[in-house]
């Protein structure tokens, strides 16, 4: 992005040029509000997705094993595999594709790739890297598949960016609207006579779709279709029950028993049927609808039942809405004979059941037809390390206004992924990827987990969580028992997100482990954690720090044995705001204070030499030409305005002129008057050259690795200036 006058904006719209515009409460207040506005608190989306040979891989592609799916396919026929992906705004992006034999991709109806024989493979030909011009709205992607001269047919497809972009595509057609999955033909003799480029009916297309996708019997509950006969055993159906107006009063239900049933109306026993039979009761509507909870027992012949007729025109809805379901009833089962079942347990939508055989989860009344949640959100929800720093500023932000709507977004931010972790696994095992926690139901690196994980446990501050305590301890297992080490100890990168960041060690990854590890050992009383977290600042001192500069080298090379030597703004701001987190923490008795200590004054004192004319921080510390980065200045202030008042700075003059000068750069040439934040550096790889970080690194509007950290400055440099009575 090009800025104006050496700026990010207009001097006028900065939100230092309104009238509270310096004011640290009015700066706080409109940044968070900001970001809550642009991230409204929409739950999951639950998605029907059918029982497909089509699925996930680990990697959030999908598999299409069209051979292996129809063995009896000719030479000379094709198939088809068809879905649609929504695009919020237009962009380019690279998709993943390994062909199992002869393959076309059309998207929105265009041809965008062939394939050639050295692309194809039975085992999967070379990874290829399609970059496609996606449009806004939905996107329609159809392969054409043919059958390889080794026997092969498929596809493997999908997102190049399973950390970020975990895109989930959705079923196309009319019929199937709001379903998770591909659909697919059969072989066929010719070509398709339309490649569709739109939502279309599936007659449209001139051929029949697949997966099967069955014929509902209307307010008919058949447990043996889903489950088989297995006597003793029990599930449960649930409806919710809709007053045609708000004079009924009582609706009359009527209907026959294929097996026992209990019925609960709106969390309470109502009525029991003891064997198959008719069967009648009233529902007391006063609320106008309610839950309607079906146990069913399976005797030896079926299990099941079905409502006749409910009084004044009431009507049965799905309990919850389903995209893709078109039924009113949600079931879950199996359960054991001996199963003490309550239903309440299930009607969050956010656990899995146990059953003989594994856990299970809810289903449409149809065979095959999984409920599954989804985030669909773009931010509110999403477990990632950038989101664990806003979220955390958020919650101090919320102490700091008493503003208790902002601390309820955070823990419910927070519970949409704690709720469900446990879940998540569960989907991931079942399904190949889970539809959503995609980064916490597949630890495999230190961003993956510490950051969020911290924020976490302090969200638990404003109440319980569910599933907060099983995330943080397998997270704490993993940290100490499963990321990889170097001899001596110290965490890094044995195997990165892309080849080029295997075998390194990035300073970055002191923020991913020792805020978790601090916020670890005071859920636990555990000293182990703190002490883990000293000695990682210490070891990462051996390798990283330049003593000449008094600052860190962004990376370790492992495989070369030699620093980068490259002096990126935010991963110094990484160590610094990790080391003054573990200060305030760390008692002055611990073996490493000292030298913890020690090491924050150096670079603290290396930081300040670097500061920049405007009071920011460059991109590139050591080049004054590389543009003005918000986060590692926002970082840096955070260290300094808490070590002046935690007394860790032996002059502190210097550091509190910093500090005020670092908020007096963000609020005029960082922040508008809207609560916007320009200049914060967007997600990095890593490089042996400082002009990969100021010429191909560039900065985003709003990156969420910013804003949080931005309020943590505010909120810290303000804390400071009334410690010492001085304004901004």
């Not at 039975?122 to 970059?131: D, R, S, T």
């Not at 309610?290 to 069913?296: A, E, I, N, P």
Request: proline letters at 5%.
């Amino acid at each position: 992005m090009t800025a104006p006058y050496g700026r990010y904006f207009d001097p006028a719209e900065s939100i230092a040029a309104q009238t509270e515009g310096a004011d640290f409460v009015h700066v706080l207040t409109t940044v968070a509000q900001r970001y809550v506005g642009s991230n409204p608190p929409h739950g999951p989306v639950y998605r029907l997705t059918r029982a497909s040979a089509i699925r996930k891989r680990e990697d959030h592609t999908y598999e299409v094993p069209y051979g292996r799916m129809f063995p009896g396919m000719q030479s000379g026929q094709l198939g088809y595999a068809w879905a649609k992906l929504w695009i919020d705004e237009p962009q380019e992006f690279v998709f993943h594709l390994r062909c199992l034999g002869p393959v076309r991709l059309y998207h929105n109806g265009e041809k965008r790739f062939g394939s050639c024989a050295e692309e194809e493979s039975a085992e999967g030909g070379p990874l290829l890297k399609l970059k496609l011009a996606l449009s806004r709205g939905w996107n329609h992607f159809v392969f054409e598949l043919g059958k390889g001269a080794d026997g092969e047919c498929g596809a493997i497809f999908g997102t190049s960016n399973r950390k970020n972009k975990p895109y989930h595509f959705l079923a196309p057609s009319v019929e199937r609207e709001g379903e998770e999955g591909w659909m697919y033909t059969a072989p066929l003799d010719a070509p398709l006579n339309r490649i569709p480029a739109e939502t279309l009916p599936e007659a449209a297309t001139g051929a029949g779709w697949l997966p099967v996708k069955h014929n509902r019997v209307t307010n008919a509950v058949r447990m043996e279709r889903l489950y088989g006969i297995q006597p003793g055993m029990t599930a449960l159906a649930w409806t919710k029950v809709v007053a045609p107006s708000a004079t009924v009063r009582k609706v009359t239900v009527s209907g026959t028993a294929c097996s026992p049933l209990r019925f609960e109306w709106n969390g309470a026993g109502l009525y029991w049927v003891e064997q198959a039979g008719a069967f009648s009761f009233e529902l007391d509507m006063t609320r106008g609808s309610g839950d309607l909870v079906v146990q069913c027992t399976c005797d030896v012949q079926s299990w099941g039942f079905e409502i006749k007729e409910l009084s004044w025109g009431a009507k049965l809805a799905a309990p919850r809405l389903v995209q893709g379901h078109d039924g009113s009833w949600l079931c879950l089962g199996p359960f054991p004979a001996e199963a003490r079942i309550e239903a309440a347990d299930y009607l969050s939508m956010d656990r899995t059941a146990q059953g003989k055989h594994g856990a299970f989860f809810w289903t449409t009344d149809l065979p095959g037809e999984h409920v599954r949640p989804f985030l669909d959100n773009e931010l509110f929800g999403r477990w990632n390390y950038p989101l664990g720093v806003t979220l955390n500023g958020l919650l101090e932000a919320s102490r700091l206004l008493q503003r208790s709507d902002l601390a309820d977004y955070v823990a419910a931010h927070v519970e949409f992924a704690t709720s469900t972790y446990v879940y998540s696994l569960w989907d991931r095992e079942k399904f190949g990827a889970a539809g959503l926690n995609n980064q916490l139901s597949h630890i495999d690196s230190l961003d993956d987990c510490g950051s969020f994980g911290a924020l976490a446990i302090a969200a638990e501050s404003v109440r319980p969580l569910k599933g907060m305590r099983e995330a943080a301890d397998d997270i704490a297992r993993y940290i100490m028992h499963e990321q990889s080490r170097m001899e001596d100890g110290a965490l890094y990168r044995k195997i990165g997100v892309s080849p080029s960041m295997h075998n390194t060690m990035w300073c970055d990854d002191m923020y991913m482990s020792v805020p978790f590890l601090c916020r670890y050992a005071e859920l636990t009383g555990d000293g182990r954690y703190l002490d883990e977290a000293a000695g990682q600042l210490l070891l990462y001192k051996k390798y990283l720090f330049m003593p000449e500069l008094q600052i860190m080298s962004h990376v370790y090379d492992v495989a070369k044995g030699m620093p980068s030597r490259t002096t990126w703004g935010r991963g110094n701001g990484w160590v610094f705001f990790s080391l003054a987190v573990l200060l305030s923490v760390l008692p002055q008795r611990h073996e490493h204070h000292a030298a913890i200590l020690a090491f924050y004054r150096e670079l603290a004192e290396g930081y300040l030499r670097l500061q920049g004319a405007n009071g920011l921080w460059h991109q590139v510390l050591t080049d004054p030409e590389s543009y003005e980065e918000s986060s590692c200045t926002s970082m840096f202030m955070y260290g300094y305005a808490l070590g002046v008042r935690h007394g860790w700075l032996e002059d502190r003059e210097p550091y509190v002129r910093a500090a005020l000068a670092g908020w007096r750069g963000l609020i005029e040439r960082a922040i508008d008057k809207r609560g916007n934040l320009y200049g914060v550096c967007k997600g990095s790889s890593w490089s042996y050259s400082n002009a990969y970080y100021k010429h191909d690194l560039g900065w985003n509007l709003n990156d969420t690795h910013g804003i949080g950290i931005v309020l943590l400055a505010g909120i810290e440099t303000k804390r400071m200036a009334d410690a010492l009575g001085i304004g901004s």
